[in-house]
């Protein structure tokens, strides 16, 4: 073929219409991505509407906790430990197992040696003397 200016002005449309093409299609993949990004990802206007406990990672170190009796039972809490610390050996055992290890009355008298009747008794007065030295110490 020769070079004619027609055939060039073909060409050049053709050129054209690919350029357009690309950059249309390009725009369509920019919109498609930063709607995928809009779904996944929040601004930082919206981060002080939701609680903050979703958005951190706290670590817990031994050295922030209280141990007792050797047993594995740690307490981050400095007022509660203290009002532990207040309490008789077997109701400080009584409170441990039943509260933070979450066990029966029944099996903690089995691992005790005592009546289940005697363990719930030393769990009422166990509370009731910490729940004297809270009051004590928040007022």
Known sequence: MKNT???????????????????????????AENKRWS???ISFDEINRLPLNELCIYDN????????NSKVVLIKDELIAEALATLSQIQQDVILHSFFL?????????????????????????L??????IEEETH
Not at 8 to 29: G, M, P, S, T, Y
Not at 110 to 116: A, S
Not at 128 to 133: E, T
């Open 39 to 41: 779904e996944k990802f």
């Open 61 to 68: 170190h031994e050295v922030d906790f209280h141990t007792y």
């Open 102 to 126: 979450q066990m029966t009355d029944r099996a903690i008298g089995k691992l005790m040696g005592i009546d289940r009747s005697t363990i719930h008794y030393h769990k009422k007065r166990a």
């Open 128 to 133: 009731c003397a910490l729940r004297k030295f």
């Open 5 to 31: 200016s027609n055939y060039n002005e073909i060409i050049e449309k053709r050129f054209v219409a690919f350029c357009k093409a690309v950059l249309r299609n390009e725009a369509r993949d920019i919109y």
